[in-house]
């Protein structure tokens, strides 16, 4: 008959760590790389091995405002993202470039499939929204360039007719804090993205300058960059009481301290999972104008809601801008 031996004390206890040992690395998922991360860990991550560590990720919102990135950069690492509206695109050093699609609910649902993703590894990363939107003639004009401190949700509270209540300024009512109204960005990090850029010069053209002419006090402005503050809202609108409704919105929510200056349709959404994420601290909003958010005198509603006098120049200088600060950022952090 074969005798048992019983495991001695020591190895019972050898066993037991390799065991905890084990379970406790395939409960984390892929192996993160370390603080010390480079390129050539980069480059094995790319191939499937590990998570990509991103260093900074640029965050579009349409396949226009993409396109000088992916033209102009080299970023040969594709990452599918399941749940993201596009893939990322990177390069070996972790600058990424990624489309989110229009609008709050695109935006919120490729950031949080971003954000969630398993092969990728954010714990150093900043993030950058650069992106097109709409100006207010008498606060920026065509192809500006703005970073926002203030990020103010337009759509959120109560929006009154004026006719039928004429007693509520400018037809809105605050409403409750949903904890997604108003994000306030990182105060350095917004002033080191204006004093890398705030010189640079940008993209201007004819369309653009006749366009400006129809406004008060327009007449001979070119571009230049600028901190000032951004509304988000799923609607495309315009008119002089809406700009000055957006004004007062931002009032509200940030004590009269905010400046409006831009209007986009997504930044509060990404605003938000970057949040809940614990990365808002890390993340820049820069917004260059495409066009003007009212008509001017004797021009249709339908006509500059359709019309993008600045548009070329604004895709232009969102890159000429953006990119400055993303390599920065990628290369040295803020």
Same mark, same amino acid.
């Given at each position: %008959?074969?005798? %048992?031996?019983?495991?001695?004390?020591?190895?019972?206890?050898?066993?037991?760590?390799?065991?905890?040992?084990?379970?406790?690395?395939?409960?984390?998922?892929?192996?993160?790389?370390?603080?010390?991360?480079?390129?050539?860990?980069?480059?094995?991550? !790319?191939?499937?091995?590990?998570?990509?560590?991103?260093?900074?990720?640029?965050?579009?919102?349409? /396949?226009?405002?993409?396109?000088?990135?992916?033209?102009?950069?080299?970023?040969?690492? &594709?990452?599918?993202?399941?749940?993201?509206?596009?893939?990322?695109?990177?390069?070996?050093?972790?600058?990424?470039? &990624?489309?989110?699609?229009?609008?709050?609910?695109?935006?919120?649902?490729? %950031?949080?499939?971003i954000l969630d993703s398993r092969r990728l590894d954010f714990r150093k990363a900043y993030f950058l929204t650069a992106g097109i939107g709409g100006t207010p003639p008498r606060n920026g004009t065509l192809g500006f360039a703005a970073w926002a401190r203030w990020v103010v949700d337009y759509d959120l509270g109560h929006h009154v007719s004026t006719a039928t209540d004429p007693t509520v300024p400018h037809g809105y009512l605050k409403g409750d804090d949903t904890g997604t109204n108003v994000f306030r960005l990182d105060d350095?990090?917004?002033?080191?993205?204006?004093?890398?850029?705030?010189?640079?010069?940008?993209?201007?053209?004819? /369309?653009?300058? /006749?366009?400006? !002419?129809?406004?008060?006090?327009?007449?001979?402005?070119?571009?230049?960059?600028?901190?000032?503050?951004?509304?988000?809202?799923?609607?495309?609108?315009?008119?002089?009481?809406?700009?000055?409704?957006a004004q007062y919105v931002i009032d509200q929510w940030t004590d009269g301290q905010g400046d409006y200056c831009t209007t986009q349709m997504e930044d509060n959404a990404t605003a938000a999972v970057l949040n809940r994420h614990g990365y808002l601290k890390r993340y820049l909003d820069l917004r260059t104008a495409s066009d003007f958010d009212q008509p001017y005198r004797g021009q249709s509603a339908k006509d500059v809601l359709t019309s993008f006098p600045g548009y070329g120049i604004s895709v232009e200088n969102a890159y000429r801008v953006g990119s400055k600060v993303a390599h920065h950022l990628a290369g040295r952090g803020a």
């Open positions: %008959m074969r005798t %048992m031996t019983r495991p001695r004390p020591r190895t019972l206890l050898a066993i037991t760590a390799v065991l905890v040992a084990l379970v406790a690395a395939l409960s984390r998922g892929p192996l993160s790389y370390a603080s010390g991360q480079d390129a050539s860990d980069n480059r094995s991550a !790319a191939a499937g091995h590990g998570r990509f560590a991103v260093r900074a990720l640029v965050i579009t919102m349409f /396949e226009g405002e993409t396109k000088p990135w992916l033209e102009r950069e080299s970023l040969p690492r &594709t990452i599918e993202v399941p749940g993201a509206y596009a893939p990322l695109h990177c390069d070996d050093a972790g600058l990424c470039v &990624t489309t989110t699609g229009m609008g709050k609910t695109n935006a919120a649902a490729s %950031m949080a499939a350095h990090l917004v002033d080191t993205a204006y004093r890398l850029t705030r010189n640079i010069k940008l993209a201007d053209s004819d /369309e653009a300058a /006749e366009n400006r !002419a129809h406004y008060p006090g327009q007449a001979g402005k070119t571009p230049y960059v600028d901190i000032c503050d951004t509304v988000t809202g799923d609607n495309f609108w315009t008119g002089q009481d809406q700009s000055e409704r």
